[in-house]
């Protein structure tokens, strides 16, 4: 079965420090791609960073990046510098399209908070 | 652009009745899909489409049909509600699913099932 697991289903950090959410997911493929997506209380889901599993750098974007460790299936952000805005909950998800059929798999998020 | 639109923000159904959620992309993706939310269950797939005239079913596709006549629009079409379908629907739209893409994600409808 492939599957994700967010084993954080919540997360607190100061503002201006860094927190790491985790990621953990199973799958046989070897060519897929990873997420993390945003979701703050208007429940818009907002991309925050992808990964090739073919790349073995880390990608980054501005003060998100993350750590993935394809062997161990590790997928983790790390937020740097948070800010209030950055209160929401997150979900990680991986992506394979196999002879044309798409799946995305998500986890069951975790609720990051932000205090000032 | 604007982007992947869904109507309506929150709906509220009796027990048996049947109603049309509407999904439509401004942005010429051919990949459609449709997932629900619910509390501690992450989004899960329920239909998707690959190009007009093309869908199939996901995760949890029971109680659900779908169409896709246009490029542009996706609705997603519950015959005989029930409250096991409360939920919160997300409709996701990305320029092709042969070349692994990022989806974009409308901002979603609440349905209540009573």
């Known amino acids: 079965a492939q599957t994700v697991t967010q084993s954080q289903p919540e997360m607190s950090v100061q503002e201006a420090e860094t927190v790491t959410l985790s990621c953990t997911y199973d799958t046989s493929e070897s060519d897929y791609y990873l997420f993390w997506y945003k979701q703050p209380p208007s429940r818009q889901m907002i991309l925050v960073i992808r990964q090739e599993a073919y790349k073995q750098q880390n990608a980054t974007e501005n003060r998100f990046s993350v750590n993935f460790q394809k062997a161990a299936k590790s997928f983790s952000l790390k937020i740097s510098d948070s800010q209030l805005g950055d209160a929401a909950m997150y979900f990680c998800?991986?992506?394979?399209?196999?002879?044309?059929?798409?799946?995305?798999?998500f986890g069951k998020g975790t609720k990051l908070t932000v205090n000032p | 652009n604007a982007g992947v639109t869904q109507t309506p923000k929150f709906q509220v159904l009796k027990t048996g009745q049947s109603m049309t959620l509407q999904c439509a992309q401004d942005?010429?993706?051919?990949?459609m899909s449709w997932y629900r939310q619910d509390p501690g269950m992450g989004l899960r797939l329920i239909h998707y489409s690959v190009g007009a005239g093309i869908t199939d079913q996901g995760e949890v596709p029971n109680g659900y049909n779908v169409s896709r006549s246009t490029t542009e629009d996706f609705p997603l079409r519950l015959l005989s509600a029930a409250p096991s379908q409360t939920s919160v629907y997300f409709c996701?739209?990305?320029?092709?699913?042969?070349?692994?893409?990022?989806?974009?994600f409308g901002p979603g409808t609440r349905l209540t099932v009573l």
């Open positions: 942005m010429n993706h051919e990949y």
């Open positions: 998800a991986y992506r394979i399209s196999q002879g044309g059929s798409e799946k995305l798999v």
């Open positions: 996701a739209s990305s320029y092709s699913n042969l070349a692994p893409d990022t989806q974009y």
